[in-house]
């Protein structure tokens, strides 16, 4: 009987992420559904008295088809192909198997069940429905070759070997399924993450931020909440990062981010918009606002890098006041804009404010 160990894969491209590959995943499920198979085709054949032949074949179909399945796929230049002709032929040596076991009720159901099932867990798009005809096929074959017998009574020995075929793999692919469900959920909470906040600096991302900011805008619109937009630019950024290199252009960036994530009150979101440039939509009136980025600038000024200790940074901001009814985020954020130009035209370091235009 072949090992129980998979064989290494003889290609570098069948590395640590071949685990994840087809033949990797249905070689386990196969061993233990094909090796407790044997138990009802022990109990079937025993009392039938079959031939040596009908044994050897079950012996092989239980004992060796599994790991030999699993070696000719590994070795395969294409492992996934290989293993989706070996999963046809599970199918057909199951088919086979109900002419021999003379069309025993239960295990030739449990059997046929299990095969496609198995088709099914596989995750490969209508296999199970493709393998049908190869079942049916293996079947007629079977019978013409070894004869239509037919005695459908299960006896309670043969139902007794039935039962751990039906739980233990039904356990098995189930656990399956939940692990497979549970890397989808965490995969999906990863991508749910990454767009909602910009990887460097752990803000929100645009698309997110812009989401939130028209939210806050129409609270403001319907019951007249408070609320300020801000944007802020990062002075001379190009310069640093032509001088100290883009790693730390990076972290001043995230330093920054650091600084408005700590003074940025509740309700409040922050994101950032691209480059050098973030947002604040701030549940303030703009007297609020104004103070948040003088604690911002300050803040700024006030960051060090261990690495350049005479690297220092400063921001500018622009602020604005909610549009009026009929007006929408795109007038928000011009107003920010127009502002932000104001307060870098005025000079490093300082705020400005401006109204939505009309």
């Known amino acids: 009987m072949a090992s129980d160990t998979p064989?290494?894969?003889?290609?570098?491209?069948?590395?640590?992420?071949?685990?994840?590959?087809?033949?990797?995943?249905?070689?386990?499920?196969r061993a233990l559904g094909m090796g407790l198979?044997?138990?009802p085709m022990y109990a079937v054949l025993r009392e039938l008295e079959s031939p040596p032949a009908v044994w050897a074949w079950a012996a092989f179909s239980a004992f060796v088809w599994p790991h030999l399945a699993f070696a000719?796929?590994?070795r395969a230049a294409e492992p996934d192909r290989a293993e989706i002709r070996n999963l046809m032929l599970d199918s057909m040596i199951a088919g086979s198997w109900v002419p021999l076991l003379h069309f025993n009720l239960l295990p030739s159901a449990v059997l046929v069940t299990v095969a496609t099932a198995d088709k099914i867990n596989s995750g490969v798009r209508g296999l199970w429905l493709r393998s049908l005809p190869a079942m049916l096929a293996a079947l007629v074959f079977t019978g013409l070759a070894y004869g239509w017998y037919v005695q459908p009574e299960s006896s309670l020995p043969v139902i007794l070997a039935c039962l751990p075929l039906m739980t233990i793999h039904t356990l098995a692919v189930s656990a399956n399924l939940y692990r497979l469900v549970r890397k989808l959920q965490r995969q999906n909470l990863l991508l749910d993450r990454i767009s909602r906040q910009d990887d460097l600096t752990g803000l929100?991302?645009?698309?997110h931020w812009l989401a939130e900011a028209e939210q806050l805008l129409r609270e403001h619109q319907e019951s007249g909440r408070p609320a300020t937009l801000t944007f802020l630019d990062v002075h001379h950024f190009k310069a640093t990062n032509d001088r100290y290199g883009h790693a730390v252009g990076d972290d001043v960036l995230r330093g920054i981010a650091g600084q408005i994530r700590a003074h940025l009150p509740e309700g409040g979101h922050a994101g950032r918009l691209g480059g050098d440039e973030f947002a604040l939509a701030l549940p303030y009136g703009l007297p609020g606002a104004e103070a948040l980025a003088g604690t911002l600038r300050v803040a700024v000024e006030t960051l060090e890098f261990p690495?350049?200790?005479?690297?220092?940074?400063?921001?500018?901001?622009?602020?604005?006041e909610p549009p009026g009814a009929g007006l929408g985020l795109r007038e928000w954020m011009e107003a920010a804009d127009r502002?932000?130009?104001?307060?870098?035209?005025?000079?490093?370091?300082?705020?400005?404010?401006?109204?939505?235009?009309?």
Do not use: D, M
């Not at 590395?15 to 070689?27: D, F, I, K, M, Q």
């Not at 502002?339 to 009309?358: C, D, H, W």
């Open 204 to 207: 929100h991302s645009r698309a």
């Open 339 to 358: 502002a932000l130009y104001e307060a870098k035209q005025a000079g490093r370091n300082r705020t400005a404010g401006a109204r939505p235009r009309a």
């Open 7 to 29: 064989p290494r894969p003889a290609t570098a491209a069948h590395g640590a992420t071949g685990r994840n590959r087809l033949p990797w995943r249905v070689y386990p499920l």
């Open 37 to 39: 198979a044997f138990l």
């Open 72 to 74: 000719l796929a590994a």
């Open 307 to 320: 690495c350049h200790p005479g690297l220092r940074c400063s921001i500018s901001l622009g602020l604005a």
